[in-house]
């Protein structure tokens, strides 16, 4: 079996390494095609992860059509030298596009709400969709709704190791994004900046500052963020990605971004790791998010990471599965919630380990 993936965006690296690992131990070969992106190759070659590379995303929105397309049409010379069996992608109309054109299966995940030129796109032609079960729109008959985080593909307890820093001050990682995807547009970008700045202000004296800001090259090896994240005392930044790993990690994470998707509204209101700078008025709200972000202990901080691990479904194992056997797809679909339940009494765990 040939399985073909295409990556657009760094995160994506991270969703897709561990199915990638798993699936060539059962001997299943994928091609992976990624975005021409620095940082994206950066991850692929650490990961060792072969990889075909195509075109560069525009800046300018006028150029976005023209890169949609070229990205199919390399897709599409691709799958028709390769001749995959399977094609995933996170949000991908290529993939989709590719998938329905040779009459192959497709899985399409997705988890932002307000991505709707793409959804738009890809449903017509997606096999199957999945979007977690607090994503807040129902867009095709083909979606699925299923209990899960896509940050838990790679930071779930069993795919990532913590390794305990060496930084012997504490710190906080802070994020500013470039606001340049078709999502992103007519955004506002600065209403929450001086809340940020406030924060930032008041604990500069106290906590060194890492800043993994979009566009501009840390000064370490993007594979390392993940350990850098876990070991800092909070997060702070207008990246929901990064939003959520941090609350995964059981690291509070302070997000100020005006775009609002489910995920992190459940990570805000079912498991309280994550606050919004919305919900913060004054600077005295400030100065109460403040205090309880600094008295959030190691021991609060590995009760919610064990929580969220225990009671979401592990969704590359979960890829996995239906992967080898695509006819699983119809068991989604009839099951009306597809969560740790589902998961456990179908042994899909112990099936794909």
Known sequence: MKLLIDINHPAHVHYFRNLISILKRKGISTTV???????IIRLLEFHKIDFIVRNSRPKKLIFKPFYLLFATLFNLIQSFRVKPDFFVGFASFPVAFC??????????????????LNHAL????????????CFKKKFSAQQVFVDFFMELSYLHRDYFEFTKGSKSTKYFISRKILFDATHDYNVDSLSSRWKVDYIISKLRNTFDRIEVNEGVSANF??????????????????GATMAAESACLGVPAIYSNNLKVGYLEE???RYSILFDL????????????IEYVLNFGSEDR??????????KVDITRLLVWLILDFNNAKKLKQAKIIDKEFFDSHKIASEVH
């Open 221 to 238: 090896h993007p594979a390392e963020i993940h350990q850098f994240l876990a070991n800092a005392h909070f997060y702070i930044g207008e």
């Open 33 to 39: 095609i990624a975005r021409k992106d620095e940082t």
């Open 302 to 311: 590995l009760m919610v990471r064990n929580k969220i691990c225990d009671q």
């Open 278 to 289: 919305d919900d913060c008025k004054t600077e005295e709200e400030l100065d109460k998010l």
């Open 99 to 116: 998938s329905y054109l040779l009459n192959r299966p497709s899985i399409i995940l997705d988890d932002t709400e307000h991505n709707r």
């Open 122 to 133: 890809y449903k017509r032609f997606a096999t199957l969709i999945i979007t977690p079960t």
């Open 267 to 269: 990570l805000k209101s």
